[in-house]
């Protein structure tokens, strides 16, 4: 078994931060259904401004929202442009979908598409 990418949201802005919570992303539960990500999932976490990067788990929020929670709230801050990556491990690589986010809104899609 290896670890590959299972789906991607390139581009999340961080609308809020809380460190008075026990951890995870929240992350508007539109996108992580369009991407592909389950609630309690766990992903990785890329802030573009400070190149921080962490694992946690994600939680489905309200529209347009991606808040970073518990010690991930002092790793960003609001205005800052993340990745987050989800990973599956299987024996060859199977696909992922890459949502790409304006204003924390799918902009444009696109699939890696599975080894042949």
Not at 4 to 20: D, N, P, Q, R
Request: proline content about 3%; overall charge negative.
């Amino acid at each position: 078994m290896k670890t590959y990418v299972a789906a991607k949201l390139h581009g999340l802005v961080v609308s809020s931060a809380e460190i008075e919570y026990s951890g995870s992303a929240t992350i508007d539960g539109a996108l992580l259904d369009a991407a592909g990500i389950e609630p309690y999932q766990e992903v990785q976490v890329i802030d573009l401004q400070n190149a921080n990067r962490w694992t946690t788990y994600a939680l489905a929020g309200a529209p347009g929202e991606f808040q970073l929670n518990g010690g991930a709230a002092l790793l960003g801050q609001v205005g800052d442009r993340c990745i987050v990556i989800a990973y599956q491990m299987t024996e060859k690589f199977e696909g992922a979908k890459v949502l790409f986010l304006e204003g924390n809104k799918v902009a444009r899609v696109i699939e890696y598409p599975p080894a042949t």
